[in-house]
């Protein structure tokens, strides 16, 4: 039901934007959340967008990365900028209700299935 697209290799200091579409309902009273996991790591939080526009970050992504919501498209987009080798990891998607933190991937009930994203230094 979410379905995450975007990623691919990328130089260093570049950009990609990321989408996760939504199909089979509609996710607009939902928070979608974007998480990544990077190889022999734990998935971690990056962004999330709460239905009424809060946005939230991480702080190692705070000032490149955007997060938006086209609810006609039933979309969020990820935006990218100034990529560094950290940044390599599968992105997932995802969405949850209002229950529970925004922070924690085990509150989230839909998954989508992660878009590799390789940054080349």
């Known amino acids: 039901q979410l379905q995450a697209s975007g990623g691919g290799l990328v130089q260093a200091g570049g950009s990609l934007r990321l989408s996760c579409t939504a199909s089979g309902r509609t996710f607009s009273s939902y928070t979608i959340g974007w998480f990544r996991q990077a190889p022999g790591k734990e998935r971690e939080f990056v962004a999330a967008r709460g239905w009424s526009g809060r946005v939230y970050y991480a702080d190692s992504v705070k000032g490149r990365f955007t997060i938006s919501r086209d609810n006609v498209k039933n979309t969020v987009y990820l935006q990218m900028n100034s990529l560094n080798s950290e940044d390599t990891a599968v992105y997932f998607c995802?969405?949850?209700?209002?229950?529970?933190?925004?922070?924690?991937?085990?509150?989230?009930?839909?998954w989508g299935q992660g878009t590799l994203v390789t940054v080349s230094s």
């Open positions: 995802a969405a949850k209700s209002d229950v529970g933190s925004i922070w924690s991937d085990n509150n989230y009930d839909y």
